[in-house]
C-alpha cells in the first residue's frame, strides 16, 4: 500500500502539478487523500468510492473535488499508474545478472578461460541451490532496503525508478561481494556492462545518466551505511 501510494505522489511531483498544490494546505490535502483513494482502487479490493474519501476527510473536500482532483492527477500521470515500481526492477535485474541456471552459466564462462586450471580452481566456487538462494535473498534485502530508505528522501522522488533500483543493486553487490565466488563476481559485472550499453549508451544523454547512476550508488550508500562521525 505504502510503495504504490509513493509511486503515484512520485509520478505526481514529476508531473510538476504538485508544487502549485504544495501552496496550499488544503489542496495538498486533496492530493494527499485521492492518491491514497486512486492506490486503493488499484491495489486492494475494497470497493472505494469518493464518498467514502470525502468522509474521511469529514467533509473537508466534496465526492466530487475528490473526482475532479483524481481527474488532474491522472492527466498528469499520463494515466501509467500500473508501472513497475523500483522493487519490480530489483528482481529484474537480478534474475538478469543471477539468472535461474547459474550451473550451466558458471560452466560456459568456465570453458572461456585461457588456462585449465582456471576452470579447475573456479568450478569449486560452483554453489548449490541453497547458497545461491541465500545470495540472491541477501542481495535483495540489501536492494530492498536502499530504494525504502530512498522512498524518504525527496531527491530521489524525480530520478527514475528503474535508475534507483539499478543503483540499489549495484550497491548491494559492491557491500557483499566479499562473499561472493570469483565465478558470481565475474557474471555480475559482465551483466552489468551489457545492461548499461543497453540503457545508457556511450552518447550525450546516456554519459549523463552514468553520471547521475554513479552519483546515486554513493547516495544510497550513505542511507545504508553512513560513514562514521568524526569526534574532536
Known amino acids: 500500500g505504502s510503495a504504490s501510494l509513493n509511486s503515484l505522489e512520485d509520478g505526481y511531483n514529476i508531473a510538476g502539478v504538485v508544487v502549485a498544490a504544495s501552496q496550499n494546505r488544503d489542496e495538498y490535502q486533496l492530493v494527499a487523500l485521492t492518491a491514497l483513494f486512486l492506490a486503493i482502487k488499484l491495489f486492494e ?22 473526482i475532479k482532483m483524481e481527474m488532474i492527477m491522472l492527466a498528469a500521470l499520463e494515466w501509467k499508474v500500473c508501472t513497475a515500481d523500483k522493487a519490480d526492477y530489483v528482481d529484474a535485474f537480478l534474475n538478469v545478472m543471477f539468472p535461474n ?37 541477501g542481495l535483495k534485502d540489501l536492494a530492498n532496503l536502499q530504494i525504502q530508505l530512498s522512498d524518504f528522501e525527496s531527491s530521489f522522488s524525480t530520478q527514475s525508478q528503474s535508475l534507483v ?19 558470481d563476481q565475474h ?24 553520471e547521475e547512476l554513479a552519483k546515486t550508488v554513493d547516495r ?8 562514521a562521525s568524526s569526534h574532536g
Request: charged share 25%; glycine share 4%.
Open 187 to 210: 557474471m555480475f559485472l559482465e551483466s552489468v556492462q551489457h545492461l548499461m550499453k543497453k540503457m545508457y549508451p556511450l552518447n550525450a544523454g546516456g554519459k549523463k545518466k552514468r
Open 101 to 137: 541456471k547459474m550451473n550451466q552459466t558458471n560452466i560456459s564462462l568456465c570453458w572461456e578461460e585461457d588456462e585449465a586450471d582456471g576452470c579447475s580452481s573456479n568450478s569449486s566456487n560452483i554453489s548449490d541451490n541453497s547458497n545461491d538462494d541465500l545470495l540472491l535473498s
Open 165 to 183: 533500483a539499478f543503483a540499489a543493486v549495484i550497491n548491494a553487490f559492491e557491500m557483499k561481494k566479499d562473499k561472493i565466488s570469483n565465478v
Open 45 to 66: 479490493r475494497l470497493n472505494i468510492q469518493p464518498e467514502h474519501v470525502s468522509y474521511l476527510s469529514r467533509g473537508r473536500y466534496t465526492s466530487d473535488e475528490v
Open 220 to 227: 544510497l550508500r550513505v542511507l545504508v551505511d553512513p560513514p
